[in-house]
């Protein structure tokens, strides 16, 4: 069982154990009471409360399946793997966001000041962008791994139906 698993597997209040189907009616509309129920702790801490995880600590650092990456929160399509490189920074780093699907503010915490990147949908906090990053954006948006479920690329699959 991998980490995301089982966090999908602990998740409180939740039924729904593929990020694709998770609610995102109104994310805006939830209460603290609502996020606490939905999230693990530490989902809760990173997403709710600003937090980062440990560096080269996530499951999606190295991780180089085709597919998008959701929000955690509330399973808005963040980024696509196509996207994504290995920057070395110790977090998952995209070049793109997915149209409309981040939002940024200036982030002056812990005597620094970065560019926050927040989901669009749920405004949960999701990590930061660098203005370092490869072509063709020039961007690095460095993402919690725990901000974000993976789905897999459903083309990626073989149709074995018509085998007989």
């Known amino acids: 069982m991998t980490d995301t698993d089982r966090r999908e597997s602990t998740r409180a209040g939740s039924d729904v154990s593929d990020p694709a189907e998770r609610d995102v009616s109104d994310p805006t509309e939830r209460d603290e009471d609502e996020w606490r129920e939905r999230l693990t702790d530490e989902e809760y ?4 409360e600003n937090g980062t995880e440990a560096r080269f600590s996530g499951d999606y650092v190295d991780h180089d399946e085709d597919g998008v990456y959701r929000c955690a929160g509330c399973g808005a399509v963040l980024f696509d793997s196509e996207t994504k490189y290995h920057s070395g920074c110790g977090w998952p ?7 409309d699907a981040v939002t940024t503010r200036i982030d002056e915490s812990h005597g620094m000041r970065r560019t926050e990147v927040r989901c669009g949908s749920c405004d949960s906090h999701l990590g930061h ?5 490869p072509d ?3 961007k690095r948006f460095c993402i919690n791994s725990v901000a974000m479920d993976f789905e897999d690329d459903p083309t990626d699959f073989e149709d074995d139906s018509h085998d007989v």
Request: glycine residues 10%; negative net charge.
């Open 45 to 48: 801490r990173v997403l709710r």
């Open 93 to 99: 780093a995209f070049y793109a966001a997915a149209d």
């Open 129 to 133: 962008v660098f203005e370092d990053g």
């Open 136 to 138: 063709p954006t020039g």
